[in-house]
């Protein structure tokens, strides 16, 4: 199966809704939030700043362009209109954000418009991610920023000792649900291709807090995709399942992953 990610808003919508669970899930949790102030909070705005999100989900991380980095608007584009909605449905009463469907690879939006521009587990996604960064520069004013963060997804994990079952529902589920696991690792000479100039780049490790509420999420949807394949039987997959919400009430449960995020300017 094609990761679905990268063609959203055509999946149906249970799918759409399920995967928007995900992300508000994952969007909320601390030590998330704790990697998305770790590098949006130094990028020196001018005043009236606008930000831009590309790939903006349920709207969450689009609000820290104002809450973090110190933008006076954001706008998100996203091409799931179940996420749209969920995204200007919350964030109704803020006049500062704003949420429209479109593509990152052909906004729309007025050249050089933006003072910050955010792809945030986005680029993993898309099948040409330099047609995202082009249009990026294009929209970006003269001396813009653009912040890139996403998964370094070979190093994704929930093994707590050799041969672990769980961890095989993790690496399905990125098998199927991520276009190119080694982007971050690519990301700059694509960016210096594209005509930008390399800022600060970050390394930033999560490990599943509390609930592992959204690692148990990545579990289930393994899990529930492994029967659909055929791969297993539905009672394996609940047993599975089982077992990780065990391990999160024993307080065994174990999930990490690197995430990566590079700063790039517009000269
Ligand atoms: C993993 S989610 C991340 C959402 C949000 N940035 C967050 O971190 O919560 C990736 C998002 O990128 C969107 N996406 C995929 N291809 C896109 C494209 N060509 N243009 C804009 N958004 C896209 C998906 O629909 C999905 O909502």
């Not at 995204?87 to 910050?116: I, Q, V």
């Not at 521009?117 to 003269?142: S, W």
């Not at 190093?155 to 079952?165: G, V």
Request: charge should be negative.
């Amino acid at each position: 199966m094609a990761d679905p990610y990268s063609d959203l808003g055509s999946q149906d919508q249970a799918l759409q809704e399920r995967i928007a669970d995900a992300m508000e899930a994952r969007c909320l949790e601390p030590a998330q939030i704790a990697i998305r102030q770790a590098y949006l909070q130094d990028l020196n705005l001018p005043p009236n700043a606008a930000a831009l999100e590309l790939g903006s989900g349920t709207g969450h991380v689009t609000r820290d362009l104002i809450t973090f980095a110190g933008a006076a608007t954001a706008n998100g584009i996203e091409p799931s209109p179940v996420m749209v909605t969920r995204a200007k449905t919350h964030f109704a009463a803020d006049p500062r954000l704003s949420f429209e469907t479109g593509d990152a690879k052909n906004t729309g939006l007025e050249d050089a418009s933006f003072d910050l521009i955010l792809l945030h587990t986005l680029l993993c996604h898309v099948p040409g991610p330099e047609d995202v960064l082009h249009e990026a520069f294009r929209v970006l004013k003269p001396g813009g920023v653009l912040a890139i963060c996403d998964g370094d997804y070979s190093t994704a994990t929930t093994r707590i000792a050799d041969y672990d079952p769980l961890d095989q529902l993790v690496r399905f589920m990125i098998n199927q649900n991520v276009t190119n696991l080694w982007i971050m690792r690519q990301i700059s000479a694509m960016l210096v291709d594209a005509g930008f100039s390399l800022g600060s780049r970050k390394g930033h490790g999560y490990v599943a807090e509390g609930e592992a509420t959204y690692l148990l999420t990545v579990i289930d949807r393994g899990a529930d995709r492994m029967v659909e394949e055929g791969l297993l039987f539905p009672e394996t997959a609940e047993a599975l399942k089982a077992e990780a919400q065990a391990r999160v009430a024993a307080k065994s449960f174990f999930g990490f992953m690197s995430y990566v995020s590079q700063i790039a300017i517009k000269p």
